[in-house]
């Protein structure tokens, strides 16, 4: 069953402006991940918040958490059409044996 | 380096045939195994994972069968194709709750 749901499901901008998705899920976690996936193509693994953390930093993209709303956010910065792909969070459940439950994803298209 | 080597590309089979698709991935040892497979437009469905040699979990009754014979190698088969099963299936593996590391992911289309 999917877990994460992605919300919007396909997000259109300008390059140079910033682009958010929101992620929410149902369950307890250990940890929450992003991923990119270029059309075709395998999955790219951005970065993991765990359950523990509020927010995380990496390059362009900042990360949040929120356990008490079972949600996350993605924020890119200063977006270039080269991060043009779909976007996906994944939650690793609580007491699990490491298996992620993707949501649908985010649909991004950065205009040149 | 780790790496993950996920083949063919794409393949095009007609229903009734047996499917054999072959994931295998070097520079790390005792990896957790996936299957996921992802229809057009859509996330990615758990089909199979696999902590160790010989142990395979499936997580929804379907078609497909994985096998683990060897710790870095995860074979996703069929005995007969359903037009059902045509997607974009994609091997990963990940160790101690890190991220997943994805292959590049086999197109299946039956016909």
């Known amino acids: 069953s999917q877990q994460g749901e992605e919300d919007p499901q396909a997000l259109s901008i300008q390059e140079g402006e910033n682009a958010t998705m929101n992620c929410s899920y149902k369950?307890?976690?250990?940890?929450l991940q992003w991923y990119r996936q270029n059309s075709g193509r395998g999955l790219v693994h951005l970065i993991l918040?765990?359950?523990?953390?509020r927010e995380k930093h990496s390059g362009r993209l900042r990360v949040t958490l929120d356990t008490s709303k079972k949600s996350s956010s993605l924020l890119i910065t200063a977006s270039r059409a080269a991060d043009t792909a779909s976007y996906f969070c994944?939650?690793?459940?609580?007491?699990?044996?490491?298996?992620?439950?993707f949501g649908q994803g985010t649909t991004l298209q950065v205009k040149p | 380096s780790q790496t993950i080597h996920q083949w063919p590309a794409t393949l095009v089979q007609p229903v009734g045939s047996p499917l054999s698709l072959e994931c295998t991935v070097e520079?790390?040892?005792?990896?957790?195994l996936y299957w996921y497979r992802q229809a057009a437009g859509r996330g990615l469905q758990l089909l199979f994972y696999?902590?160790?040699?010989?142990?395979i979990s499936s997580e929804v009754p379907q078609n497909l069968s994985a096998s683990r014979p060897q710790d870095r190698q995860f074979i996703l088969s069929s005995k007969k194709l359903l037009l059902s099963d045509s997607g974009f299936y994609l091997c990963?593996?990940?160790?101690?709750?890190?991220?997943?590391?994805f292959g590049s992911g086999t197109r299946l289309t039956v016909v």
């Open positions: 990963a593996w990940s160790v101690e709750r890190t991220g997943y590391t």
């Open positions: 369950t307890s976690i250990n940890n």
């Open positions: 918040i765990r359950s523990n953390e």
């Open positions: 994944a939650t690793a459940p609580s007491g699990n044996t490491g298996k992620l439950i």
């Open positions: 520079g790390t040892s005792n990896p957790n």
């Open positions: 696999s902590v160790g040699i010989g142990q």
